[in-house]
């Protein structure tokens, strides 16, 4: 399995009368995020951008950049709504990602 592969791919519905998406790894994730618009670029947002940039460059857990990009999906709206979300990591929150 390639390090930048999420084990469990991310399900969002951009636009609720479309199919629903799967994001599958790091760089699928940095993708859709270079594609947000620049006026709902938040907090959120950044933590996932950079988790996932930091993921990429091996300075990230990839788990860590899918939870961060888990929580920014969530707090936009845009998670499927069959998506299964995990408890959080005892002892705090992951890197990157801040509420």
């Not at 791919?9 to 998406?21: D, Y």
């Not at 993708?31 to 996932?48: I, N, S």
């Not at 940039?53 to 899918?66: K, Q, S």
């Not at 999906?73 to 998670?79: A, F």
Request: glycine share 6%; charged share 25%; with cysteine.
């Amino acid at each position: 399995m390639d390090r930048l592969q999420f084990a469990v791919p991310v399900r969002i519905a951009p636009v609720p009368s479309q199919p629903v998406e799967e994001i599958y790894s790091v760089e699928q994730a940095l993708d859709f995020l270079q594609t947000w618009p620049v006026r709902r670029k938040g907090p959120t947002y950044q933590a996932a951008f950079n988790a996932c940039f930091g993921a990429a460059v091996d300075i990230v857990e990839t788990e860590d950049a899918w939870r961060a990009f888990m929580a920014f999906c969530r707090v936009s709206g845009l998670l499927a709504r069959d998506m299964m979300v995990p408890p959080r990591k005892r002892g705090g929150e992951a890197r990157g990602l801040r509420a």
